[in-house]
């Protein structure tokens, strides 16, 4: 029952059903009932309907000769009824002209001629209603049109197969045929294809295919043709792959993908990267973006176990596309144990138990276990054992009375996991120690004395309280009795031993529960002292000039009195001074480590006298010094010759001059020199060589050599022993000889400048010219011809604060070559460009003159004041000269010279005395009016003048006095600065005046 669209009316009566459909067909049982029984009463629905379409004939325009299929197909209840009409008569009448095939449903049209042409309709009916539906068949005879464009340009790729449509319509039906422009021929091959529509199918291009192609259409009315152009490109290839690979949290990973892709496509060439399926941000600037891309290589930064998967490059054209894939696995090292038991619990044992957790791609090779005790190092962890990485269960063994907690550490290649968390608390019973100190050992640091140290035993290994240590010891070898004593440190001393002597001692451990097992017999030995003998038979070997061999006998061990640690020697140069008196270099020092009686002594110089000593050493130090050996090293090679250099060099010879060697190393008894051309061509001369024989020879001519040629020089010195290492030297012969200057120096005043040499060996009969210019501009000037023999030359004419160039030059005319060149600068620029800028100025002199005139009227106000009250007080002078710094005085004080303050003055007639006192005036008027302004500034104050003029107050230094204004120091002093400044304070007002 569709309860949707089925309601009960008239209280279950009646049943109504709305929207039937064919699904509503059926039997529909009405059923009654009440106590005595029921009836029923069955009733039969059938749903009938009109006519609907299934297929409607389709209006088409045919070409002549065609074939065309008109469908009609409706369904309803009852079954519809389909009949045909043709230009509105119905088929039945038009059979015998009717030459077409025609069923219920269907009509078929075969030829289709042009008069042809027609409507045709269909009907369906039954007993409900009719519904129609009309088809126009159009039988035309056309000219071949074409319904594809002309000149439609086609591009794939190498590979691919592409199609070239043309699409013609006429009627008749024309005939399609394809061909290359620069061919006659129809395209056939097995890789051609022509389908009905007149499409052309080229599989696996190639470049060779590219081309202009025609497709032309022909029936009996005509002809009609288009051009197709056809571009081969190359297909896109990922020629570096990326690979797999494996990667570390937290490094960098980089995917390469290389493609090779058709030049003409670069601008819609593409190259994106996913990962696994989804595509990946590579653009973006955000800094936490870890995806970046550049010159096809993919970076992943601060790689995460996140980013492990498949990784896809994807490089894409508008004509094809090419990927290529790789996986990337992240390393790490492993994740944490987790779940750690205890099991099987014994007295000193228990078993441990874990789980691993993820080793992140990286087999996890081994676990370290490692126990943490809370009585002595709380909270310290320290390893216990290490098992393979297979293992996730061990035993282990336990030390007394100790509490213990553990945990797990998983390693792989990458590194440890991070500690699992700790099991539960564990506390073993305690027990006697089950070993004794390690490193027992018996140390002299002084003599009669013997230091026992031990390593002590770590709090965990004590097993148990009251640990302490039991010391014992004896003399070595012997059987007498053991002293003990017992400690809780780690270190015993024994008093008065004997000096060196060999002992046995043992050290055990021992706690509240017992001792520890018997304890193994160590030796030491008490304090050592220095040695008493020196080596004796001490004898010296020459090996060569700079080595020797240094033997001797062996001390009597009774006399090394502590552990041999070697020998020391001690040797020394004796040195001669021109009056013949010797002395001795420093001190030079060799030690020979361990038990021998000889040893060789290397850097020696050769031809020198030595003193040596050896001692023995022992651990306490070093014991008395042998009697000193005179020996004395033969020659040797001496160094080379010392600055050698070219005296003169002239036209064909040349002037070659030196020192001694240095180190001599011997009697020097001759020089051998030698020379070649080395010219910077592929000539090279003959190496001639020349024996000096008097070895007080220091310069030597060598002529006949070729002119403006290159040539090196060797010279040797030599011992009966052999030649030194070569000192060398380089020169080129001139065209012309050339003067020899030495120590070329200039010196320089306002106006000039003054050259000075020193003329070399040779001619000093040859010229030479001087040549000078401005350095920032200016053109050179050129002396006349100069003699080598003259020894200075001065250049007159300068200008001031001027700098020059200097050349010296054996030609009269400028090129880049020169003997000598220097830059100098004239004296007197500040000064002139003083005098030039400032004291011409007008502006210059108009303040000069507002100074004076400003100045006499001060001193007119002092003088008016002076003859009015006679002895004037300090605050009257305060009064009369008020604080330039106001703003009403201060605008008139200019540029650098200014009045000085008068503020810091008090007005006490204590201090108005002082003054009078300390200044030392020759006249008995106080009143005597000032005179001469310019004088007083001038610093030159006369006798018959007064003293208390504006110079004596108005000095701005102020530390002539104190803060509280008290007078510090003598006048005089304040006079003699005073005068310096008043040099400058008469030329500047004689400046005003003029």
């Given at each position: 029952?569709?309860?949707?669209?089925?309601?009960?009316?008239?209280?279950?009566?009646?049943?109504?059903?709305?929207?039937?459909?064919?699904?509503?067909?059926?039997?529909?049982?009405?059923?009654?009932?009440?106590?005595?029984?029921?009836?029923?009463?069955?009733?039969?629905?059938?749903?009938?309907?009109?006519?609907?379409?299934?297929?409607?004939?389709?209006?088409?325009?045919?070409?002549?000769?065609?074939?065309?299929?008109?469908?009609?197909?409706?369904?309803?209840?009852?079954?519809?009824?389909?009949?045909?009409?043709?230009?509105?008569?119905?088929?039945?009448?038009?059979?015998?002209?009717?030459?077409?095939?025609?069923?219920?449903?269907?009509?078929?049209?075969?030829?289709?001629?042009?008069?042809?042409?027609?409507?045709?309709?269909?009907?369906?009916?039954?007993?409900?209603?009719?519904?129609?539906?009309?088809?126009?068949?159009?039988?035309?005879?056309?000219?071949?049109?074409?319904?594809?464009?002309?000149?439609?340009?086609?591009?794939?790729?190498?590979?691919?197969?592409?199609?070239?449509?043309?699409?013609?319509?006429?009627?008749?039906?024309?005939?399609?045929?394809?061909?290359?422009?620069?061919?006659?021929?129809?395209?056939?091959?097995?890789?051609?294809?022509?389908?009905?529509?007149?499409?052309?199918?080229?599989?696996?291009?190639?470049?060779?295919?590219?081309?202009?192609?025609?497709?032309?259409?022909?029936?009996?009315?005509?002809?009609?043709?288009?051009?197709?152009?056809?571009?081969?490109?190359?297909?896109?290839?990922?020629?570096?792959?990326?690979?797999?690979?494996?990667?570390?949290?937290?490094?960098?990973?980089?995917?390469?993908?290389?493609?090779?892709?058709?030049?003409?496509?670069?601008?819609?060439?593409?190259?994106?990267?996913?990962?696994?399926?989804?595509?990946?941000?590579?653009?973006?600037?955000?800094?936490?973006?870890?995806?970046?891309?550049?010159?096809?290589?993919?970076?992943?930064?601060?790689?995460?176990?996140?980013?492990?998967?498949?990784?896809?490059?994807?490089?894409?054209?508008?004509?094809?596309?090419?990927?290529?894939?790789?996986?990337?696995?992240?390393?790490?090292?492993?994740?944490?144990?987790?779940?750690?038991?205890?099991?099987?619990?014994?007295?000193?044992?228990?078993?441990?138990?874990?789980?691993?957790?993820?080793?992140?791609?990286?087999?996890?090779?081994?676990?370290?276990?490692?126990?943490?005790?809370?009585?002595?190092?709380?909270?310290?962890?320290?390893?216990?054992?290490?098992?393979?990485?297979?293992?996730?269960?061990?035993?282990?063994?336990?030390?007394?009375?100790?509490?213990?907690?553990?945990?797990?550490?998983?390693?792989?290649?990458?590194?440890?996991?991070?500690?699992?968390?700790?099991?539960?608390?564990?506390?073993?019973?305690?027990?006697?120690?089950?070993?004794?100190?390690?490193?027992?050992?018996?140390?002299?640091?002084?003599?009669?004395?013997?230091?026992?140290?031990?390593?002590?035993?770590?709090?965990?290994?004590?097993?148990?309280?009251?640990?302490?240590?039991?010391?014992?010891?004896?003399?070595?070898?012997?059987?007498?009795?053991?002293?003990?004593?017992?400690?809780?440190?780690?270190?015993?001393?024994?008093?008065?031993?004997?000096?060196?002597?060999?002992?046995?001692?043992?050290?055990?451990?021992?706690?509240?529960?017992?001792?520890?097992?018997?304890?193994?017999?160590?030796?030491?030995?008490?304090?050592?002292?220095?040695?008493?003998?020196?080596p004796q038979k001490v004898s010296v070997d020459i090996i060569n000039s700079t080595l020797i061999k240094v033997s001797w006998s062996k001390v009597p061990k009774e006399s090394i009195r502590g552990h041999l640690r070697g020998y020391k020697i001690t040797y020394w140069k004796v040195q001669h001074s021109h009056d013949g008196k010797r002395s001795h270099s420093d001190k030079y020092f060799l030690t020979f480590e361990g038990d021998r009686n000889h040893g060789m002594v290397p850097g020696l110089d050769p031809f020198s006298e030595y003193f040596l000593t050896i001692m023995i050493l022992n651990g306490r130090g070093s014991g008395p010094e042998s009697q000193p050996v005179t020996f004395s090293t033969p020659e040797g090679v001496p160094s080379p010759p010392d600055i050698l250099e070219l005296a003169l060099i002239s036209k064909d010879a040349v002037t070659l001059s030196w020192r001694p060697p240095v180190t001599p190393n011997g009697i020097v008894t001759h020089y051998h020199l030698q020379y070649q051309l080395i010219n910077d061509t592929d000539e090279i001369g003959e190496l001639v060589g020349i024996q000096l024989p008097?070895?007080?020879?220091?310069?030597?001519?060598?002529?006949?050599?070729?002119?403006?040629?290159?040539?090196?020089?060797?010279?040797?010195?030599?011992?009966?022993?052999?030649?030194?290492?070569?000192?060398?030297?380089?020169?080129?012969?001139?065209?012309?000889?050339?003067?020899?200057?030495?120590?070329?120096?200039?010196?320089?005043?306002?106006?000039?400048?003054?050259?000075?040499?020193?003329?070399?060996?040779?001619?000093?009969?040859?010229?030479?010219?001087?040549?000078?210019?401005?350095?920032?501009?200016?053109?050179?000037?050129?002396?006349?011809?100069?003699?080598?023999?003259?020894?200075?030359?001065?250049?007159?004419?300068?200008?001031?604060?001027?700098?020059?160039?200097?050349?010296?030059?054996?030609?009269?005319?400028?090129?880049?070559?020169?003997?000598?060149?220097?830059?100098?600068?004239?004296?007197?620029?500040?000064?002139?460009?003083?005098?030039?800028?400032?004291?011409?100025?007008?502006?210059?002199?108009?303040?000069?003159?507002?100074?004076?005139?400003?100045?006499?009227?001060?001193?007119?106000?002092?003088?008016?004041?002076?003859?009015?009250?006679?002895?004037?007080?300090?605050?009257?002078?305060?009064?009369?000269?008020?604080?330039?710094?106001?703003?009403?005085?201060?605008?008139?004080?200019?540029?650098?010279?200014?009045?000085?303050?008068?503020?810091?003055?008090?007005?006490?007639?204590?201090?108005?005395?002082?003054?009078?006192?300390?200044?030392?005036?020759?006249?008995?008027?106080?009143?005597?009016?000032?005179?001469?302004?310019?004088?007083?500034?001038?610093?030159?104050?006369?006798?018959?003048?007064?003293?208390?003029?504006?110079?004596?107050?108005?000095?701005?230094?102020?530390?002539?006095?104190?803060?509280?204004?008290?007078?510090?120091?003598?006048?005089?002093?304040?006079?003699?600065?005073?005068?310096?400044?008043?040099?400058?304070?008469?030329?500047?007002?004689?400046?005003?005046?003029?």
């Amino acid at each position: 029952m569709p309860t949707d669209r089925a309601t009960e009316e008239n209280f279950g009566k009646m049943l109504r059903l709305d929207q039937v459909s064919d699904e509503d067909n059926g039997i529909f049982r009405c059923i009654a009932k009440n106590d005595v029984g029921k009836a029923t009463y069955d009733f039969y629905l059938t749903v009938e309907e009109p006519p609907r379409w299934k297929i409607k004939p389709e209006s088409k325009t045919y070409t002549i000769g065609s074939s065309a299929d008109l469908l009609c197909e409706a369904f309803g209840k009852p079954e519809p009824v389909i009949t045909w009409e043709m230009n509105g008569i119905p088929i039945e009448q038009l059979t015998p002209s009717f030459r077409h095939k025609i069923s219920q449903g269907k009509i078929e049209l075969h030829n289709l001629q042009q008069h042809e042409s027609a409507v045709f309709q269909c009907a369906a009916s039954n007993k409900h209603g009719t519904i129609l539906a009309n088809a126009n068949i159009n039988v035309l005879n056309i000219h071949p049109i074409m319904m594809t464009a002309d000149e439609v340009k086609y591009n794939t790729v190498a590979g691919n197969s592409v199609f070239m449509d043309c699409r013609v319509f006429g009627s008749p039906a024309p005939v399609i045929s394809w061909t290359r422009e620069d061919d006659i021929y129809s395209v056939e091959s097995l890789r051609h294809n022509m389908f009905e529509n007149g499409t052309l199918e080229i599989k696996n291009t190639s470049k060779e295919d590219s081309g202009t192609y025609i497709c032309l259409a022909t029936n009996s009315l005509g002809k009609e043709a288009i051009t197709a152009v056809l571009n081969i490109r190359d297909s896109t290839k990922v020629v570096v792959l990326p690979v797999n690979q494996s990667a570390l949290r937290s490094s960098l990973a980089e995917l390469r993908c290389d493609v090779k892709y058709d030049i003409t496509l670069q601008h819609a060439f593409t190259l994106i990267w996913e990962k696994d399926g989804e595509e990946l941000d590579v653009t973006s600037t955000d800094h936490r973006n870890r995806f970046s891309v550049k010159d096809g290589v993919l970076y992943i930064r601060n790689v995460s176990l996140d980013d492990e998967g498949v990784y896809a490059c994807i490089a894409s054209t508008p004509l094809d596309m090419a990927s290529a894939r790789a996986l990337l696995t992240v390393l790490d090292v492993p994740d944490p144990p987790e779940h750690l038991k205890l099991s099987d619990s014994q007295n000193q044992s228990i078993r441990l138990t874990w789980k691993q957790g993820s080793h992140h791609n990286s087999r996890i090779t081994e676990c370290i276990i490692e126990y943490e005790e809370n009585r002595w190092e709380p909270g310290r962890w320290h390893e216990m054992e290490r098992v393979p990485g297979i293992q996730s269960s061990v035993l282990l063994t336990l030390t007394p009375h100790v509490s213990y907690r553990f945990r797990v550490i998983a390693v792989n290649a990458i590194g440890k996991s991070k500690p699992s968390q700790p099991s539960a608390r564990h506390l073993t019973p305690p027990a006697a120690p089950d070993r004794n100190p390690d490193n027992v050992r018996g140390e002299g640091h002084n003599p009669h004395e013997m230091t026992i140290k031990w390593q002590p035993l770590k709090p965990v290994e004590w097993n148990g309280p009251g640990l302490f240590y039991k010391v014992s010891w004896r003399l070595g070898g012997s059987n007498d009795s053991w002293e003990e004593v017992s400690v809780r440190q780690h270190s015993h001393t024994v008093k008065h031993a004997p000096t060196f002597q060999l002992y046995d001692i043992k050290v055990q451990a021992v706690n509240d529960l017992g001792p520890g097992p018997e304890p193994q017999v160590k030796h030491g030995f008490s304090g050592e002292d220095v040695p008493l003998e020196a080596p004796q038979k001490v004898s010296v070997d020459i090996i060569n000039s700079t080595l020797i061999k240094v033997s001797w006998s062996k001390v009597p061990k009774e006399s090394i009195r502590g552990h041999l640690r070697g020998y020391k020697i001690t040797y020394w140069k004796v040195q001669h001074s021109h009056d013949g008196k010797r002395s001795h270099s420093d001190k030079y020092f060799l030690t020979f480590e361990g038990d021998r009686n000889h040893g060789m002594v290397p850097g020696l110089d050769p031809f020198s006298e030595y003193f040596l000593t050896i001692m023995i050493l022992n651990g306490r130090g070093s014991g008395p010094e042998s009697q000193p050996v005179t020996f004395s090293t033969p020659e040797g090679v001496p160094s080379p010759p010392d600055i050698l250099e070219l005296a003169l060099i002239s036209k064909d010879a040349v002037t070659l001059s030196w020192r001694p060697p240095v180190t001599p190393n011997g009697i020097v008894t001759h020089y051998h020199l030698q020379y070649q051309l080395i010219n910077d061509t592929d000539e090279i001369g003959e190496l001639v060589g020349i024996q000096l024989p008097n070895p007080d020879t220091l310069q030597w001519d060598i002529s006949d050599l070729k002119s403006n040629s290159k040539y090196k020089f060797y010279l040797r010195a030599c011992t009966v022993v052999g030649c030194s290492k070569p000192a060398t030297e380089e020169g080129i012969t001139t065209i012309q000889q050339v003067p020899v200057l030495l120590n070329i120096t200039s010196s320089v005043s306002d106006t000039s400048a003054n050259i000075s040499w020193t003329p070399g060996m040779g001619k000093t009969d040859l010229e030479f010219y001087i040549a000078y210019m401005k350095t920032r501009k200016g053109m050179w000037k050129i002396s006349d011809a100069l003699n080598v023999a003259k020894n200075f030359h001065t250049i007159e004419g300068l200008e001031p604060g001027t700098e020059y160039t200097i050349r010296v030059m054996t030609k009269n005319w400028v090129d880049n070559t020169s003997i000598f060149e220097d830059v100098i600068e004239t004296r007197g620029r500040a000064y002139g460009s003083a005098s030039q800028g400032i004291s011409t100025q007008g502006w210059f002199i108009g303040l000069m003159c507002a100074t004076a005139l400003l100045t006499i009227i001060l001193l007119i106000l002092c003088f008016v004041t002076r003859n009015k009250g006679g002895k004037y007080s300090v605050k009257e002078k305060e009064d009369m000269h008020p604080d330039l710094e106001s703003p009403s005085l201060k605008d008139e004080i200019f540029g650098e010279y200014s009045i000085p303050k008068w503020n810091g003055l008090r007005k006490t007639q204590q201090y108005t005395e002082s003054i009078k006192n300390r200044i030392s005036i020759n006249s008995d008027n106080d009143e005597k009016p000032l005179k001469g302004s310019l004088q007083s500034l001038n610093g030159d104050l006369k006798p018959a003048e007064s003293a208390d003029s504006l110079i004596d107050y108005g000095d701005a230094d102020h530390g002539q006095f104190n803060e509280d204004g008290s007078f510090i120091g003598e006048y005089a002093g304040k006079k003699d600065r005073g005068s310096a400044e008043g040099n400058r304070s008469s030329l500047i007002m004689s400046q005003a005046n003029a």
